[in-house]
């Protein structure tokens, strides 16, 4: 494997991703928090940053064990950081050093540039540049602003380079990863779906052995990935809860469930749409309303676990985002935790915890998946939130919105599926608005509530843009919300991106 110690770069993650398209396994390590590395590392790749050498408080890392051990790849910031502690100068870049650059020299016989042709198009983003370096370095690649794009210290194994290999715009990019990943650590390319399902199958029976364990499935991709994971390793010791909390969509908790059973889940449906909506009863504030609903949840989760005698572990589909984020050089997030925490621990939550994807990124999951042969069903699923259609009907929920809002967003689901358009989306629903207009059908007044449409394209959820449905679609949507749908005489679509609006209104 490859270890990758972030500087806290924007691209970090892009790095971890490139090298394991390269079916290498890689992980990523704050610069400050380095582990004690065991026999499988072949060598280390050093991040950007968005600091510079020359700042007092710039990332600093003993890297003299490292260097004399591994193969070391050091990427901008990592780069000017090596250039920096070995005697060499970095200054202030006076010329533009962002964007698009060709490679106009390069040493081909280094090995980092194997099959990589003098012109190769690069990716700079830095603000610094290295101006010297020492005797000891030999400078293997320049463009025309930037005489160190790449540099080698000579009889070694430390290569670097000022430029992103990691982004599309470096054309070869990839082949330069692949140069120092194969090439010159040594990594083989096995790393693939199959081979993370097998070793991981087998870790699960070494780690649980006859234990049991509950996992609470959602609907979506990742717990049902790690439900079919630990069924394949641990057969009917795995106890899966699937909790109604009667804010799903139409129909759903009845499919999903039937589905599972298909797969052969040994899995429990509660029905606790009262509980949800009982207490929900009343409640506006968008935060209030998700406190309740996240406390009813452990709740009825906690019951459900009770009743699986001896069990010992909990399983979670916390995928590796989370992990990273939760050790990041910014810090940790404390969100994820807090609600947990109120009023001491739920049994549950004293049970030793297993995570068997907390080291893929989403996609990886969806391919892990589809290895397992889940049904392409609920691995191209839209995410949808914990909280439901809760936070999808604006201020209090009752029994009467969540089944108008369930009717309108099938409806809306079924015909971006029927026009081909629900895998070109993100993630699509439709928000309930708790505001009367007058409309007129037939000879008619009518004074009723308003859907609004919600489509949005995105990477990670963090930032969004809206979706340019086709006005055919959306006059379709329209048309069969209002005709079908009692008590919704109007339908509008939001246009709005992310930042500055979020994806739910609540
Ligand atoms: P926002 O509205 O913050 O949503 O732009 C970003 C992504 O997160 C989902 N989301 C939630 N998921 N519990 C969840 O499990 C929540 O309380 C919650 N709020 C938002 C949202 O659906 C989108 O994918």
Redesign the pocket.
């Known amino acids: 494997k490859i270890i990758i110690l972030d500087f806290g770069s924007q691209f970090t993650q892009l790095i971890a991703r490139r090298v394991r398209e390269l079916n290498i396994y890689c992980e990523i390590y704050p610069f400050n928090n380095i582990p004690q590395f065991d026999g499988e590392v072949k060598g280390v790749i050093l991040s950007g940053s968005p600091y510079s050498v020359r700042q007092e408080d710039a990332p600093q890392v003993d890297l003299t064990e490292i260097q004399n051990k591994y193969p070391i790849l050091a990427v901008c910031y990592g780069a000017q950081y090596i250039a920096h502690i070995n005697g060499g100068s970095v200054e202030a870049s006076n010329t533009r050093e962002y964007g698009r650059a060709n490679l106009q020299t390069l040493n081909n016989s280094n090995p980092l540039f194997k099959g990589i042709a003098v012109g190769s198009q690069v990716w700079m983003s830095h603000g610094d540049t290295i101006t010297s370096v020492p005797e000891s370095f030999e400078i293997i690649a320049s463009t025309d602003h930037v005489k160190v794009a790449a540099y080698h210290i000579k009889d070694t194994n430390t290569f670097a380079i000022q430029f992103h290999p990691e982004v599309t715009h470096s054309i070869d990019g990839k082949k330069l990863l692949e140069n120092f990943l194969v090439g010159i650590c040594g990594c083989s390319q096995d790393w693939t779906p199959d081979s993370f399902i097998e070793s991981t199958i087998n870790s699960l029976r070494n780690k649980l052995g006859n234990d049991k364990v509950v996992l609470g499935l959602s609907g979506g991709v990742d717990s049902s990935v790690a439900a079919i994971l630990l069924h394949k390793a641990i057969g009917t010791n795995l106890h899966c809860i699937f909790v109604d909390n009667g804010l799903l969509r139409k129909d759903e908790f009845a499919q999903v469930l039937e589905q599972y059973k298909h797969m052969g889940l040994n899995i429990r449906g509660v029905d606790a749409k009262d509980r949800f909506l009982s207490q929900l009863a009343g409640l506006k504030d968008p935060e209030l309303k ?1 406190k309740a609903i996240g406390r009813v949840f452990i709740e009825v989760f906690d019951d459900a676990a009770h009743e699986v005698k001896d069990v010992v572990w909990l399983a979670q589909g916390t995928i590796y985002p989370d992990i990273i984020e939760s050790i990041s050089v910014k810090g940790p997030s404390a969100t994820i935790k807090s609600h947990h925490n109120v009023g001491g621990l739920p049994d549950f939550m004293k049970l030793k915890v297993v995570e068997p994807l907390n080291t893929l990124f989403k996609d990886e999951v969806r391919k892990v998946g589809k290895s397992l042969g889940i049904e392409d069903f609920i691995l191209s699923r839209h ?5 439901g259609l809760a ?1 999808r009907i604006l201020g209090d929920v009752t029994p009467e919105k969540v089944d108008i809002l369930q009717q309108a967003d099938a409806i809306y689901i079924n015909i971006l599926k029927e026009e081909g358009l629900y895998d070109k989306v993100w ?1 699509a629903g439709a928000i309930f608005l708790p505001v009367q207009s007058v409309g007129v059908m037939g000879d008619e007044r009518t004074y009723e509530n308003v859907i609004c449409l919600r489509a949005v394209e995105s990477v990670d ?1 963090m930032t ?1 843009d809206w979706c340019h449905l086709p006005y055919p679609v959306l006059a379709r949507i329209s048309n069969e919300i209002i005709n079908k749908v009692k008590g919704i005489n109007r339908v509008v679509y939001d246009i709005s991106s ?1 930042p500055p609006a ?3 209104w609540e």
């Open positions: 998700r995410p949808f939130p914990g909280p936070i993630q959820g969004a992310k979020t994806i739910e």
